[in-house]
């Protein structure tokens, strides 16, 4: 499995890219309708995608990892290097997609290492994430790969109740 950043070319991201992540998310239809990120969870378009993909590239720090193993997308990941609380000394995990039928396979715990791998590389001590409170298999996937709750508070962008988690790297 590989990580590769996802980049614009001339300001924009790539085409065949943006099919394969609309893909990827409009598999993972559950999350989606948990997280109100887009307004239909069952019509999740390429614009739609393009749009959420840019805003997230505009962050100061932020970075769209694309995962694949054997020329295959089979994950997203969205990393900070540094939260916008300045009292944050850690790096996040923004956001974890895996192919809908590669869950429960060692996937997204394979994503996972390999993203904490480049926290350490980078002389990073530990991680953070925060999962939606209506997500409780989230919260035990997070929490079996030796993440702890160190708090709950909203998340930014659309207030919604969450669990922090941390893990030391």
């Not at 997230?56 to 932020?62: F, I, K, M, T, V």
């Not at 990941?77 to 590669?102: E, K, R």
């Not at 962008?157 to 988690?165: E, G, I, Q, T």
């Amino acid at each position: 499995m590989i990580l590769e950043p996802l980049t614009a070319v001339d300001g924009a991201l790539p085409g065949h890219l943006l099919t394969e992540v609309t893909a990827l998310y409009a598999a993972n239809r559950e999350f989606f309708a948990l997280s109100g990120d887009f307004p239909d969870p069952d019509g999740i378009g390429v614009e739609q995608v393009a749009k959420a993909l840019a805003d997230e590239l505009a962050r100061p720090g932020a970075e769209v990892l694309l995962a694949r193993s054997e020329g295959r997308l089979v994950g997203v990941v969205i990393t900070l290097a540094h939260h916008p609380d300045p009292t944050d000394p850690d790096p996040w995990i923004g956001l974890l997609i895996v192919a809908a039928d590669l869950h429960r396979t060692g996937v997204g715990r394979e994503v996972v290492r390999r993203v904490e791998d480049r926290f350490r590389a980078a002389g990073r001590g530990a991680v953070r994430l925060a999962v939606l409170e209506n997500n409780p298999k989230a919260l035990r996937f997070w929490t079996a790969l030796g993440y702890l709750v160190i708090g709950h508070r909203e998340d930014r962008a659309l207030h919604r109740p969450c669990a922090v988690l941390r893990r030391p790297l």
